[in-house]
């Protein structure tokens, strides 16, 4: 059930004056909020781990690092000049793994 936590808290007083049919009525609503939903339908987009996936064909397009991008020498990903913490002996580190 979805919460509004910016919704103003209940006093004591203003629990304590809630009628008992409020709270029959409110119990209730609960069950009508129920989705049905197709177990088998929602499973077919997962992968198992283990699947045999090899007539399955990856098309990614690779571009080589740019002119203002940089490798950090710590998590070995390419990142943008702006991403750079510092140089440790010619060594950069991105602000990720500075951090």
Same mark, same amino acid.
């Given at each position: 059930?979805?919460?509004?936590?910016?919704?103003?808290? !209940?006093?004591?007083?203003?629990?304590? *004056?809630?009628?008992?049919?409020?709270?029959?009525?409110?119990? #209730?609503?609960?069950?009508?909020? /129920? /989705?049905?939903?197709?177990?088998? *339908?929602?499973?077919?987009?997962?992968?198992?781990?283990?699947?045999?996936?090899? #007539?399955?064909?990856?098309?990614?397009?690779?571009?080589?690092?740019?002119?203002? *991008?940089?490798?950090?020498?710590?998590?070995?990903? /390419?990142?943008?000049?702006?991403?750079?913490?510092?140089? !440790?002996?010619?060594?950069?580190?991105?602000?990720?793994?500075?951090?």
């Amino acid at each position: 059930m979805a919460t509004d936590y910016d919704a103003p808290r !209940k006093t004591e007083e203003d629990l304590s *004056e809630d009628s008992l049919q409020e709270l029959q009525a409110r119990r #209730s609503d609960k069950n009508s909020g /129920v /989705v049905d939903e197709d177990e088998t *339908e929602a499973a077919e987009g997962f992968e198992l781990p283990g699947a045999d996936l090899s #007539s399955e064909e990856l098309s990614v397009r690779v571009l080589p690092r740019q002119a203002d *991008e940089f490798t950090c020498t710590r998590c070995f990903l /390419v990142h943008h000049r702006s991403q750079l913490a510092f140089e !440790k002996n010619g060594q950069p580190v991105c602000s990720e793994c500075a951090a």
